[in-house]
């Protein structure tokens, strides 16, 4: 992260921090405009990798973005009742999630809550990953929403 | 300990006063800070052959810059480091070992912040790289957040409260509000955390530190000339860093434990040294819960236990080590952890005023949180 700047000396931009893809995650937001959830998965031992890297970081093989279930339990989380990021500023609180996949064990992706009240979220909730556009136009994010299948 | 540690001490600190807005450059800050380590030993910039410091990029001042603007005419070592909390362990084993490796006799290390760093708020933030892509669009960017994360899941799995964590921020600021230092001096109650407002929840404002302007500086040279210089030599006894899971927070393996969790085995066999050994804990504590953590981690005492071990009186004077005399991140200010080494090396100097621990020999300087840092001991004469 670039340093930053103090709160009281800027006029926060509008818009939520927007991605900058590189050759080792543009699969992932291609695929999320697709509307799918697609991780780096190793092509020889199956490793799932987050962040995605090129090469397998156990085997040193080539590594291709996979289709997951996009379905997973909430390790930890957090709500958010201060405003610290742009694009934010007007939709406090939000509750933020670390989600671990079903796809292996420690596999983990970050991404907002919705569809439930902050007080009802607890760690161990089965939760499913669902998209919506971010504002700004060029992307589309995971969100995730409790699961409406029994675990 | 490793014998060669033996050859270089610490024998000077300095500091600027820790202001919210100093309306002053960093690098005005800096060579404040260095001017004053130096004449805490006696020496000149003409003495000087050694600069180091940290910085996470922007709003610092660099080695050369702030050498060349206390008067140094020919630098000879020059080393930035890239990081913040995690990587201050490294920056002050550097300028060690560059002092007993022979690349230079006097090292000035150094940290800068002004006004143009703050990291709890991150508003102007257009385009996130690197991992930062996949939380950041999700209104998950700066640190308050990532270790609110760590201390959910530590209430999850072992029961930690908020009085918990509000345990730590009260000790820290009842220990401040003895040193004229600090920004944060006023006590607080129980009640004045749990009715401070939310940041990330589970974070409370009391929580977090408290972001200032300020530079810390510090002369390291060898054992030899330390010897002819006018305050008693502060040692390290050994060191250690752990850096996992490429750094990446929401990845670390088991968040209700941090860097330290492979960073004390490592520092304890390499200095023969246990917990118990400990006089002095300057806790790097960025947030409490980074306190709660490393304090499990390091052996202080067992998962889930840090809230009765401050209540009880066991992390201050009279205790089993007084934790952050200085008041910390939390309350003296956020100097990213090198105000931690300045308060380690005036205890074992036994020049801490009313503030001074007996008999202070030994002190364990943690620094960084999450999924990478480090830490150092230091020891007195007496200790090698």
Same mark, same amino acid.
């Given at each position: 992260m670039s340093a930053t700047t103090d709160a009281q000396d800027v006029v926060a931009i509008s818009l939520p921090p927007q991605p900058a893809p590189d050759p080792d995650t543009q699969g992932f937001w291609d695929a999320t405009a697709q509307g799918e959830l697609k991780m780096c998965h190793c092509t020889a031992c199956g490793l799932w990798m987050m962040p995605p890297l090129e090469r397998c970081r156990t085997c040193a093989a080539l590594t291709t973005f996979d289709k997951v279930q996009g379905t997973g339990t909430i390790y930890t989380f957090i709500v958010q009742r201060q405003a610290a990021v742009s694009g934010y500023l007007d939709s406090l609180p939000y509750t933020v999630v670390i989600i671990e996949l079903d796809e292996q064990a420690g596999l983990r992706l970050p991404g907002r809550l919705i569809n439930i009240a902050p007080e009802d979220v607890h760690c161990g909730m089965r939760v499913e990953a669902m998209f919506e556009p971010l504002a700004g136009g060029e992307f589309t994010v995971p969100v995730f929403s409790p699961s409406r299948k029994p675990a | 300990m490793k014998t060669s540690l033996r050859e270089a001490a610490v024998v000077g600190i300095g500091r600027t006063s820790y202001v919210r807005k100093s309306g002053r450059t960093t690098t005005a800050l800096a060579a404040e800070a260095c001017r004053a380590a130096l004449a805490d030993c006696g020496l000149s910039a003409a003495d000087v052959d050694g600069f180091t410091c940290f910085n996470t990029g922007g709003g610092s001042a660099s080695p050369s810059a702030v050498a060349h603007a206390i008067g140094v005419e020919d630098l000879g070592w020059s080393l930035t480091v890239a990081g913040g909390g995690n990587i201050v362990t490294s920056t002050v084993m550097g300028a060690i070992t560059a002092v007993t490796s022979g690349q230079a006799e006097v090292v000035v290390v150094y940290r800068v912040l002004g006004s143009e760093t703050r990291y709890g708020k991150? #508003? &102007?933030?257009?385009?996130?790289? &690197?991992? *930062? %892509?996949?939380? &950041?669009?999700? &209104?998950? #960017?700066?640190?308050? %957040?990532?270790?609110?994360?760590? *201390? %959910?899941?530590? %209430?999850?799995?072992y029961g930690s409260t908020s009085e918990d964590l509000g345990a730590i921020a009260i000790q820290e600021r009842l220990h401040a509000s003895k040193n004229p230092h600090a920004v944060g001096k006023d006590i607080i109650t129980l009640d004045d955390y749990m009715n401070s407002r939310w940041i990330a929840e589970p974070f409370r404002l009391f929580d977090c530190c408290y972001e200032v302007d300020g530079a810390v500086a510090m002369v390291i040279t060898t054992s030899a000339r330390a010897k002819d210089l006018p305050h008693p030599p502060i040692y390290a006894l050994g060191a250690a860093d752990s850096n996992r899971s490429g750094g990446s927070v929401v990845q670390y393996s088991d968040m209700t434990t941090m860097f330290s969790a492979g960073t004390a085995p490592k520092l304890w066999e390499r200095t023969g040294l246990t917990a118990k050994d400990i006089d002095v804990a300057c806790m790097y504590d960025c947030f409490t819960f980074t306190v709660m953590a490393t304090f499990e981690d390091f052996g202080f005492c067992d998962k889930g236990e840090v809230g009765d071990y401050f209540r009880e009186g066991r992390a201050t004077y009279g205790g089993d080590v007084v934790v952050n005399p200085h008041g910390g991140l939390l309350s003296e200010g956020y100097i990213h952890g090198m105000n931690h080494h300045y308060e380690a090396v005036l205890q074992l100097r036994n020049d801490a005023g009313p503030r001074q621990v007996a008999n202070a020999q030994t002190a364990l300087v943690t620094s960084g949180a999450g999924p990478f840092g480090g830490a150092l001991i230091y020891g007195t004469e007496a200790t090698l």
């Open positions: - | 991150n #508003l &102007g933030v257009i385009d996130v790289e &690197g991992e *930062a %892509q996949f939380s &950041g669009p999700s &209104g998950f #960017l700066v640190p308050p %957040q990532w270790f609110a994360m760590f *201390a %959910q899941r530590h %209430q999850y799995e």
